[in-house]
């Protein structure tokens, strides 16, 4: 976690004067999620010396076996980022209301590492409990088409998961949180404070991106979970 906070530490201090003019356009409307900014490059990923721990992190083995153990597979490592949500006063907008990802795999499992601490003013990750298509939530909330995505309210919501079953990911800086975000689940809804986070997938083999420049290499020794997680 310190090599982590280390690098990423660098990356927003290297990026501040980008950071605050992008924090400027919080509560414009737009195409994009103006409340949120991506510190990693978009398009394919070249993992380097410089920001290999970006990779690093997602191999190590707690975090693998968990994913490992929940697909029931060897994973691979899909994607890596950093992002700053900004505060803001808007309306909950595109991903700050409830959603589930596409359903490319049956599972999409998701890491969300707090590099700030995270409160109810933060917009905290939140999941629908029971939500996921193997859950015991078997109807469908009513939901609007938001940019070409269907989100759906609190008030929605709570007409088919009670509010006293929504989970929410507070905690502080270092706080880990894992989710299988086929099922309903939001974030960002930062009113009071910004909120940094380190966030990495992990997909079936079949599941195919172009958000790595493969094969991915990092330093140091690795078991078999990691070199197949960095595997084509």
Not at 117 to 143: E, I, L, N, W
Request: some cysteine; hydrophobic content about 35%; glycine content about 8%.
């Amino acid at each position: 976690m310190g090599e982590l906070r280390e690098y990423t530490g660098q990356l927003f201090a290297s990026r501040s004067r980008e950071i605050e003019e992008a924090r400027r356009g919080a509560n414009e409307e737009g195409p994009g999620k103006s409340y949120l900014m991506s510190l990693v490059p978009t398009g394919p990923l070249r993992v380097t010396p410089e920001n290999e721990v970006l990779a690093r992190f997602a191999l190590q083995e707690p975090l693998l076996a968990v994913a490992n153990a929940y697909y029931g597979l060897y994973v691979r490592l899909r994607t890596v980022d950093v992002w700053q949500t900004f505060a803001s006063t808007r309306r909950a907008r595109d991903s700050q209301l409830w959603h589930r990802d596409p359903a490319n795999d049956e599972h999409l499992l998701k890491v969300f590492v707090y590099l700030s601490d995270v409160d109810d003013g933060a917009g905290p990750f939140m999941y629908a409990a029971g939500t996921h298509p193997q859950g015991d939530v078997k109807t469908a909330p009513r939901s609007h088409r938001v940019k070409g995505a269907d989100r759906t309210t609190d008030e929605e919501m709570a007409e088919v998961v009670p509010p006293d079953r929504w989970i929410k990911g507070v905690g502080p800086a270092g706080t880990i949180v894992m989710a299988d975000t086929r099922g309903f689940h939001k974030g960002g809804e930062a009113r009071e404070r910004d909120r940094a986070l380190y966030y990495c997938m992990y997909r079936t083999p079949a599941f195919q991106t172009k958000r790595f420049i493969r094969p991915i290499s990092v330093s140091g020794p690795m078991g078999k979970e990691q070199r197949v997680a960095v595997s084509p």
